[in-house]
């Protein structure tokens, strides 16, 4: 059976894509800093301390993660990786959003005419039910559907 | 946008309804959604003049320039004039390669055109580029209370623990945002309630701790909470002389980059905790006993992120974030003083001090000569910016800092050992 769960929208919009799941703090710098520097046609995660997410694809993934961590230019780097086409397709936040990906998201929305769909507050349980590779679904009222493998 | 929950002047609205012009629109549409994130109910005005994290001209972050533009054309600038954090390189002070040269003018071909976005922007000169703006000799110095919209991680935790100004730790691009209306959305530290303590963090060590240290356990275990810490000042005094401002600058540094701390409460010494005392701590506080034990669990916890460990170091920074006055004088006399005793004209491993560009003045005045042959050299650059590309990120590079090791691959040692190792080596 499909298992919903409701989030708080903040960038809203519907989509059906692949979940990625990091269960740490997602280093956005870090995470996108190789692909920056060689630009990249798809960005793979090059943070090594994140053992989920390290050398696997990001880019049109659906990012589950709790919160973004790491330098404050973070939100300038989700503008950038926006901007080249290598972002994840939505980010899905367990816990409140965090002040860095809250400036990207929104400044990639506002200045790039371009949408990351973010939901935050979905909860600890979240990231225990989801599991990388699982199809999602992601409706405009916030609500995430795991769907059965 | 959407309408707002928002309170907003009639001026704000005015704005966000586009009235002032499209671009200053976003900008507001970018700060109002921002704070709506986070439960803003208003926007309050700013205090005191903005610090940018923002200082790398680098070739991959185009759309920001784009967005610069746009504000530049519109006529908009920030409500004062700006510091920002240190250049990224310095070819006459730190050695680089033709290679790395080469690769330096591709990863960073902006900067030059950068720099002159933001003289456009509100940039107060050439020398006010470091990330520690709030040293006197640079004069970026907020008042206890000031509100801002700083975003240099090391710079917010100072701003908001030393010296009890209220700023949240904001993105970049968000800083400069809100710096352009002049204001930013209340919530979380500048707020009384979001400056409460989460953790009460009992130092039971038997001697001063590592400063480096120290902050990286406390970042590590509270990650962005607040932290109110008890047992320092039974070593640090109650009064925040100049030796004590360095270790709570790098102390706050080393919680920034290790977790993302924004405000700490030292017991006795910082001013919200002087005034207030236990009443900062939230009801349901959590506890975290540090020490000496926990301090050297943290230590060797950090990962060697060099192929050959063994490798003679290629270079030492110290300075991150940039040394004090106090801090410049008590390294070159200590190298100088090791330099005499055993007897060397020049240290083994050149030792690179990293200050702000006023700060390196004034200790030029009176400084010794002749310290640049002895292995000693003084730059304003970001150390991390230097190291983060893949050739300097091989090199096997030493440092008394936690945050440069946070973010590159610099191996950390505390400064009683980093002498140790600039002189005689790893073993």
Same mark, same amino acid.
């Given at each position: 059976?499909?298992?919903?769960?409701?989030?708080?929208?903040?960038?809203?919009?519907?989509?059906?894509?692949?979940?990625?799941?990091?269960?740490?703090?997602?280093?956005?710098?870090?995470?996108?800093?190789?692909?920056?520097?060689?630009?990249?046609?798809?960005?793979?995660?090059?943070?090594?301390?994140?053992?989920?997410?390290?050398?696997?694809?990001?880019?049109?993934?659906?990012?589950?993660?709790?919160?973004?961590?790491?330098?404050?230019?973070?939100?300038?780097?989700?503008?950038?990786?926006?901007?080249?086409?290598?972002?994840?397709?939505?980010?899905?936040?367990?816990?409140?959003?965090?002040?860095?990906?809250?400036?990207?998201?929104?400044?990639?929305?506002?200045?790039?005419?371009?949408?990351?769909?973010?939901?935050?507050?979905?909860?600890?349980?979240?990231?225990?039910?989801?599991?990388?590779?699982?199809?999602?679904?992601?409706?405009?009222?916030?609500?995430?559907?795991?769907?059965?493998? | 946008?959407?309408?707002?929950?928002?309170?907003?002047?009639?001026?704000?609205?005015?704005?966000?309804?586009?009235?002032?012009?499209?671009?200053?629109?976003?900008?507001?549409?970018?700060?109002?959604?921002?704070?709506?994130?986070?439960?803003?109910?208003?926007?309050?005005?700013?205090?005191?003049?903005?610090?940018?994290?923002?200082?790398?001209?680098?070739?991959?972050?185009?759309?920001?320039?784009?967005?610069?533009?746009?504000?530049?054309?519109?006529?908009?600038?920030?409500?004062?004039?700006?510091?920002?954090?240190?250049?990224?390189?310095?070819?006459?002070?730190?050695?680089?390669?033709?290679?790395?040269?080469?690769?330096?003018?591709?990863?960073?071909?902006?900067?030059?055109?950068?720099?002159?976005?933001?003289?456009?922007?509100?940039?107060?000169?050439?020398?006010?580029?470091?990330?520690?703006?709030?040293?006197?000799?640079?004069?970026?110095?907020?008042?206890?209370?000031?509100?801002?919209?700083?975003?240099?991680?090391?710079?917010?935790?100072?701003?908001?623990?030393?010296?009890?100004?209220?700023?949240?730790?904001?993105?970049?691009?968000?800083?400069?945002?809100?710096?352009?209306?002049?204001?930013?959305?209340?919530?979380?530290?500048?707020?009384?309630?979001? &400056?409460?303590?989460?953790? =009460?963090?009992?130092?039971?060590? %038997? +001697?001063? *701790?590592?400063?480096? !240290? $120290?902050? #990286? /356990?406390?970042?590590?275990?509270?990650?962005?909470?607040?932290?109110?810490?008890?047992?320092?000042?039974?070593?640090?005094?109650?009064?925040?002389?100049?030796?004590?401002?360095?270790?709570?600058?790098?102390?706050?540094?080393?919680?920034?980059?290790?977790?993302?701390?924004?405000?700490?409460?030292?017991?006795?010494?910082?001013?919200?905790?002087?005034?207030?005392?236990?009443?900062?701590?939230?009801?349901?506080?959590?506890?975290?006993?540090?020490?000496?034990?926990?301090?050297?669990?943290?230590?060797?916890?950090?990962?060697?992120?060099?192929?050959?460990?063994?490798?003679?170091?290629?270079?030492?920074?110290?300075?991150?974030?940039?040394?004090?006055?106090?801090?410049?004088?008590?390294?070159?006399? &200590?190298?100088?003083?090791? =330099?005499?005793?055993?007897?060397? %004209? +020049?240290? *083994?491993?050149?030792? !690179? $001090?990293? #200050? /702000?560009?006023?700060?390196?003045?004034?200790?030029?005045?009176?400084?010794?000569?002749?310290?640049?042959?002895?292995?000693?050299?003084?730059?304003?650059?970001?150390?991390?910016?230097?190291?983060?590309?893949?050739?300097?990120?091989?090199?096997?590079?030493?440092?008394?800092?936690?945050?440069?090791?946070?973010?590159?691959?610099?191996?950390?040692?505390?400064?009683?050992?980093?002498?140790?190792?600039?002189?005689?080596?790893?073993?």
């Amino acid at each position: 059976m499909n298992k919903i769960l409701k989030g708080r929208v903040i960038v809203a919009g519907n989509l059906k894509g692949e979940a990625l799941v990091s269960h740490k703090g997602f280093n956005t710098l870090a995470s996108f800093q190789k692909s920056l520097v060689t630009r990249a046609k798809i960005a793979r995660c090059s943070d090594q301390d994140n053992k989920d997410l390290y050398q696997k694809v990001i880019t049109g993934k659906i990012l589950c993660l709790p919160q973004t961590i790491g330098s404050t230019t973070g939100g300038m780097v989700i503008l950038t990786v926006a901007r080249m086409g290598l972002h994840p397709a939505a980010m899905l936040f367990s816990k409140p959003i965090d002040s860095l990906a809250a400036a990207g998201i929104i400044m990639t929305d506002v200045w790039l005419n371009k949408k990351i769909i973010t939901l935050d507050s979905l909860g600890d349980d979240f990231l225990q039910t989801v599991k990388s590779g699982q199809q999602l679904e992601i409706n405009e009222e916030g609500e995430v559907r795991i769907l059965d493998s | 946008m959407k309408e707002t929950n928002m309170e907003l002047t009639a001026e704000e609205k005015e704005i966000l309804e586009g009235k002032k012009g499209e671009t200053l629109r976003k900008v507001m549409e970018t700060i109002v959604r921002f704070g709506q994130a986070f439960g803003a109910h208003r926007l309050i005005p700013l205090t005191h003049r903005p610090h940018l994290v923002t200082s790398f001209g680098a070739n991959s972050i185009k759309p920001y320039y784009a967005i610069l533009n746009e504000l530049i054309a519109s006529g908009l600038k920030t409500f004062d004039l700006f510091t920002v954090d240190p250049r990224p390189f310095d070819y006459e002070n730190v050695p680089v390669t033709l290679i790395e040269k080469i690769l330096f003018s591709f990863i960073f071909g902006k900067q030059k055109d950068y720099e002159q976005q933001l003289k456009k922007l509100g940039l107060e000169s050439e020398e006010a580029f470091t990330c520690a703006c709030y040293l006197p000799e640079v004069g970026n110095i907020p008042h206890r209370g000031d509100i801002l919209a700083w975003s240099e991680s090391s710079a917010v935790v100072y701003a908001n623990s030393v010296i009890g100004a209220r700023t949240n730790r904001n993105s970049a691009g968000i800083d400069i945002m809100c710096n352009i209306v002049g204001k930013a959305p209340e919530y979380g530290l500048l707020t009384d309630e979001g &400056r409460q303590a989460d953790w =009460l963090i009992e130092l039971k060590t %038997k +001697k001063l *701790p590592n400063a480096q !240290i $120290l902050g #990286s /356990a406390i970042g590590l275990k509270v990650v962005e909470e607040v932290p109110y810490i008890t047992g320092l000042s039974e070593y640090l005094g109650s009064e925040l002389k100049p030796e004590v401002l360095d270790y709570l600058k790098d102390m706050g540094a080393a919680s920034a980059s290790n977790g993302a701390v924004g405000l700490y409460h030292v017991e006795n010494l910082t001013p919200e905790a002087r005034d207030f005392g236990r009443k900062l701590l939230k009801p349901d506080i959590k506890t975290y006993v540090i020490d000496d034990v926990e301090l050297e669990r943290v230590y060797q916890s950090y990962p060697l992120l060099w192929k050959k460990p063994a490798r003679k170091p290629f270079l030492c920074f110290i300075g991150c974030p940039h040394l004090s006055l106090n801090q410049i004088e008590q390294w070159v006399n &200590r190298l100088e003083e090791e =330099l005499q005793k055993r007897r060397l %004209k +020049k240290t *083994p491993v050149p030792v !690179i $001090l990293c #200050s /702000a560009p006023g700060v390196i003045k004034e200790f030029k005045k009176n400084a010794p000569t002749g310290f640049k042959e002895k292995g000693i050299r003084l730059t304003a650059i970001c150390p991390l910016m230097y190291m983060n590309n893949p050739l300097c990120a091989r090199k096997p590079i030493v440092t008394n800092s936690n945050k440069l090791r946070t973010y590159s691959t610099a191996r950390f040692f505390p400064d009683e050992e980093i002498i140790r190792v600039i002189f005689e080596g790893l073993q």
